[in-house]
């Protein structure tokens, strides 16, 4: 790295360094090819086929939506593994956000720029089929830690709105990705888990250096036996120096919101309370709901009990789902599961039902 004197970004800054030798690729493309070379070299890809199960026996075996697969080594490429494992300990769920805008002059940035602001930023030119696009995104936050998500977007709007002169705004999206706590991935044996378990999460946002990373590590770990790089990047490394601050703030975090949660609901005198495209745990007689009301006016109940680890899930109002904010569950207004560690549903609750029993 070097140090620069200019940005390629009118945001006022007072130092800044230079990466060379980068590049830029598509990662959609990249993914395609990848699974292309796979299926050509006898690998089978199947889509919408949910495990719900995993088992030792005398081999892995995976209970999917499909039947029973077998196979010597299992590997959870998941974002993070399912069910209740020492690595959600390690890794804090956080949102993103980003947005494509056309701006009113051809004065698109040449580079990647990331800022050290609290909340940081960045920003990339995009162009496609030959048309350009600015990628700004940033106000990250901890999952299920802000209560309107939409503020976000706007936030992020008005920061984007004071540097640059935005035409409009074709497309903005959120995502998800989780932090390790001492910044490095965690690629390997899975703690807890078989000797033919691996894992690689903890990209911590970098999913397509991280995922490329995690290939090449497990790859010689299963087929050479091991990897010149997996102490580095061993899930069982323990960094006491390097990580015990966050471990332990994540820890307390995840404690506060279990606890929290069961003993904190808003009380509502009816449903008819909640506002249409509104959402809210509420305390309806002897019940806790989760309780989502359309555009049309029709009531999705669910129960808001994450089946991860019981904790008290929470209304994104700009992706429209149930968020978990201990590990980052997320699940649909009707309770699908959408992002693991969980891999049940939320309960649906029969709002008719729950009336009847009323009368």
């Known amino acids: 790295?070097?140090?620069?004197?200019?940005?390629?970004?009118?945001?006022?800054?007072?130092?800044?360094?230079?990466?060379?030798?980068?590049?830029?690729?598509?990662?959609?493309?990249?993914?395609?090819?990848?699974?292309?070379?796979?299926?050509?070299?006898?690998?089978?890809?199947?889509?919408?086929?949910?495990?719900?199960?995993?088992?030792?026996?005398?081999?892995?075996?995976?209970?999917?939506?499909?039947?029973i697969i077998k196979a010597r080594d299992l590997i959870y490429a998941t974002h993070i593994p399912p069910g209740v494992n020492l690595i959600h300990f390690r890794c804090a769920p956080y949102r993103s956000y980003a947005m494509a805008l056309k701006l009113q002059k051809d004065d698109y940035p040449d580079g990647l720029i990331y800022d050290m602001y609290d909340p940081y930023h960045y920003y990339r030119t995009q162009e496609i089929d030959g048309e350009k696009f600015l990628i700004a995104g940033?106000?990250?936050?901890?999952?299920?830690?802000?209560?309107?998500?939409?503020?976000?977007?706007?936030?992020?709007?008005?920061?984007?709105?004071?540097?640059?002169?935005?035409?409009?705004?074709?497309?903005?999206?959120?995502?998800?990705?989780?932090?390790p706590t001492d910044g490095m991935p965690y690629i390997g044996h899975l703690p807890g888990n078989p000797e033919h378990v691996y894992v690689a999460t903890g990209f911590g946002g970098n999913g397509m250096t991280c995922g490329t990373i995690s290939a090449m590590v497990l790859h010689d770990m299963l087929v050479n036996g091991k990897?010149?790089?997996?102490?580095?990047?061993?899930?069982?490394?323990?960094?006491?120096?390097?990580?015990?601050?966050?471990?332990?703030?994540?820890?307390?975090?995840?404690?506060?919101?279990m606890i929290g949660g069961w003993i904190s609901s808003e009380k509502i005198e009816a449903l008819s309370e909640?506002?249409?495209?509104?959402?809210?745990?509420?305390k309806y007689e002897n019940?806790?709901?989760?309780?989502?009301?359309?555009?049309?006016?029709?009531?999705?109940?669910v129960n808001p009990v994450c089946p991860h680890a019981k904790c008290i899930v929470e209304w994104n109002t700009a992706e429209k789902s149930w968020d978990c904010p201990c590990h980052g569950s997320r699940f649909s207004a009707d309770g699908i599961m959408l992002t693991g560690p969980a891999s049940l549903d939320l309960e649906e609750i029969k709002v008719t039902d729950l009336v009847k029993q009323d009368k």
């Open 1 to 67: 790295m070097s140090y620069t004197d200019v940005v390629p970004v009118p945001i006022p800054f007072k130092k800044a360094v230079v990466f060379g030798g980068q590049a830029k690729f598509h990662p959609a493309r990249y993914v395609y090819g990848l699974a292309k070379a796979f299926e050509q070299a006898g690998g089978i890809l199947l889509q919408g086929c949910r495990v719900t199960k995993v088992e030792e026996k005398e081999v892995m075996e995976a209970t999917t939506r499909y039947g």
């Open 138 to 179: 940033g106000e990250d936050h901890k999952t299920a830690h802000v209560e309107n998500t939409n503020e976000c977007f706007d936030k992020l709007e008005a920061y984007i709105r004071k540097f640059f002169q935005v035409e409009s705004i074709p497309f903005k999206w959120s995502s998800q990705y989780f932090e």
């Open 227 to 257: 990897s010149e790089y997996q102490d580095l990047f061993n899930p069982n490394r323990l960094k006491p120096i390097a990580g015990f601050t966050n471990f332990v703030k994540e820890q307390a975090d995840v404690v506060g919101k």
């Open 274 to 282: 909640i506002a249409r495209d509104e959402a809210k745990v509420v």
């Open 287 to 301: 019940h806790k709901l989760a309780v989502y009301k359309d555009e049309t006016g029709k009531v999705h109940a």
